[in-house]
């Protein structure tokens, strides 16, 4: 690409400047930066080289999956939204990987998902979304009874 890039410029400054010789237009517009020639203006201005734009990679959606088939799990992780997800389940999902802060286990379309939060809010924790997390129904049950959450709020 680079090479391509390099011909068309070249072919542009001579017919920008059908008059003046090789030397004058490499003067010009090409300028020797950090032990290589560039395309530049006069002020310093240059054009990126194309190995030095990072290549972006996508995931290939898995299997024979659709948007439509209604597995809210793998879809909410992988972009983070769905339609039938509120956007804050599905941020969740995708912040979390698809997993279970509780069990480190995957969501999957079948489960109960309870929307949590870390620190709880009779413990002084805010309502916040970095004090959020997703968790399977019976983790949350788990995660309550440790943290002693219902224990402070039957005290109040």
Known sequence: MQYLLFVK???WTRRRHPKKTAEWVTERYWHHKAGKWNFADKD???LYLHAHKRCTIHVKVTGARSPYDGDWAYWGQRL????????SVAKLLKQQKGRCTWCGLYF?????????HQLPKTLGGGN???NRQLLHGHCHDEKTARDGSNAAR???
């Open 9 to 11: 410029l070249l072919r």
């Open 44 to 46: 310093g201005g240059y």
């Open 80 to 87: 983070g939204r769905y339609p039938d997800l509120k956007e």
């Open 108 to 116: 999957t379309s079948g489960d109960i998902r309870e929307n949590d």
């Open 128 to 130: 916040e979304y970095k």
């Open 154 to 156: 039957g005290a109040q």
